[in-house]
């Protein structure tokens, strides 16, 4: 595709359900990063996957998120028993390598009651 | 220490003046600098990368790099309503595995 696709657009979800957050990466990019952002604040790094190496996990805030990319292309986000301060907007991005520029989808608007 | 580090805001200027914007940062060993864009609700947008030190100009735009002085900047000419956003300052870590995002200055083009 032209661009970073990210989906759903919006999720609204009840305090304790599993949500499941998809990236579709710019074809032919290796880097894939996935961030979180409230409302009014900067960008919180979760996840990083570079190619076929073990991702760098180390943003993930708690042991409910994970994530994984199938075939060193599309990524799924996974919060399970999700709790009212998840809500955010979550941006995936992609880059060509590691120290490229990266280019952001539109991100997931997440709201859990 | 934060690892990128910006003033915040809000930077208003007048529609037609220079606007500038720093960011300091503190891995000595990065290489790669990007600044982005985002408007309110929107996704970050790349509008400048540079990699040496130095000046490097696009349009109305002109980052600087000091990897001395660890910092680079920003500056906007003729600034314009629609500059109206949040810029973000972007540093890759020393391994190139990461990158550290600044939170962001707030920027107001007055008409």
């Known amino acids: 595709g032209a661009g970073v696709s990210q989906s759903p657009s919006n999720k609204v979800t009840e305090k304790g359900k599993d949500v499941e957050l998809r990236c579709d990466p710019i074809s032919g990019h290796t880097a894939l990063y996935w961030y979180r952002q409230s409302l009014g604040q900067g960008l919180e790094f979760l996840i990083y996957f570079q190619g076929n190496s073990a991702p760098d996990k180390s943003g993930l805030p708690s042991d409910r998120f994970s994530a994984e990319r199938t075939g060193g292309s599309v990524s799924t986000l996974t919060i399970q028993r999700t709790q009212q301060e998840d809500s955010a907007v979550y941006l995936c991005?992609?880059?060509?390598?590691?120290?490229?520029?990266?280019?952001f989808g539109d991100g997931t608007r997440l709201s859990i009651l | 220490q934060k690892e990128v580090e910006q003033n915040s805001g809000p930077l208003s200027v007048p529609e037609g003046a220079i606007a500038s914007l720093n960011c300091t940062y503190s891995d000595r060993g990065s290489q790669s600098f990007f600044w982005y864009r985002q408007y309110s609700g929107k996704s970050p947008e790349l509008i400048m990368s540079?990699?040496?030190?130095g000046d490097k100009e696009d349009g109305r735009f002109t980052a600087q790099l000091n990897k001395a002085s660890q910092y680079v900047s920003l500056l906007i000419r003729d600034s314009q309503p629609s500059d109206s956003a949040t810029y973000l300052c972007a540093v890759n870590s020393n391994t190139g595995n990461q990158f550290y995002f600044g939170t962001g200055t707030s920027l107001t083009v007055i008409p």
């Open positions: 540079i990699y040496s030190n």
């Open positions: 991005a992609s880059s060509d390598r590691g120290n490229q520029p990266q280019h």
